[in-house]
């Protein structure tokens, strides 16, 4: 089974901040990789599809990236509704496999 | 616009059954694969399972392998889960998603199962 980790786990920063999320596979998995926000109490909402390209509606603040088994999430300029927690999914192969979650928090 | 709506959660004892269900609209539901996911309380997500568009090919996460079974009636634009030898730790929220190609991803709101005596 691939694994996903990511990281980090949590973090603190203020608004107007650059925040970038990481998830290292386990072994090889293309660019099969999405990026969803889950705001509390609501389903997650992927934002970014196969690891770099943003679903409509996703503000260009945001922005994916991928390095050989590294993909990045960043956010370039924080803003108040970006405040949620984030995961990645690979769906290279099964079962897939979410990342742990980061929660961004307003510092 | 795409819709999933599940239902069959509830409070069952450790060691009972329980299925869920999702009822799709808005595509053409036996063209795709769909999937649980779950989340249990204040914790992550987890993939849970998932099934071709014909139903001819499943998927298990380990947690969940030979105690649970994904099957879906194209007939009637439904997925299930039935789940069964449950145990306190498949105490979550499930739910029933569509992960598409860009732009076609959707989830439903969710049905909770809590595993308790």
């Known amino acids: 089974d691939i694994q996903m980790t990511q990281s980090p786990s949590s973090l603190s920063a203020y608004v107007g901040d650059r925040v970038t999320i990481t998830c290292r596979a386990s072994q090889g998995i293309r660019n099969d990789l999405g990026w969803f926000q889950q705001q509390t109490g609501k389903a997650p909402k992927r934002f970014i599809y196969?690891?770099?390209t943003l679903e409509s509606g996703v503000p260009s603040r945001f922005s994916g990236s991928a390095s050989g088994t590294e993909f990045t999430l960043t956010i370039s300029s924080l803003q108040p509704e970006d405040f949620a927690t984030y995961y990645c999914?690979?769906?290279?192969?099964?079962?897939?496999?979410f990342g742990q979650g980061t929660k961004l928090e307003i510092k | 616009e795409v819709q999933l709506v599940e239902s069959g959660g509830g409070l069952v004892q450790p060691g009972g059954s329980l299925r869920l269900s999702c009822a799709a609209s808005g595509f053409r539901f036996s063209g795709y694969a769909l999937s649980w996911v779950r989340q249990a309380p204040g914790k992550g997500l987890e993939w849970v399972s998932g099934?071709?568009?014909?139903?001819?090919?499943?998927y298990y996460a380990d947690s969940v392998k030979g105690r649970f079974t994904i099957s879906r009636d194209n007939s009637r634009n439904t997925l299930y889960l039935q789940m069964s030898s449950l145990r306190a730790e498949d105490t979550a929220v499930y739910h029933c998603?569509?992960?598409?190609?860009?732009?076609?991803?959707?989830w439903g709101q969710g049905t909770l199962v809590t595993v308790s005596s």
């Open positions: 999914l690979q769906h290279n192969s099964y079962p897939w496999t």
């Open positions: 099934i071709s568009g014909s139903g001819d090919s499943t």
């Open positions: 196969a690891a770099s």
């Open positions: 998603v569509l992960y598409g190609r860009i732009n076609f991803e959707s």
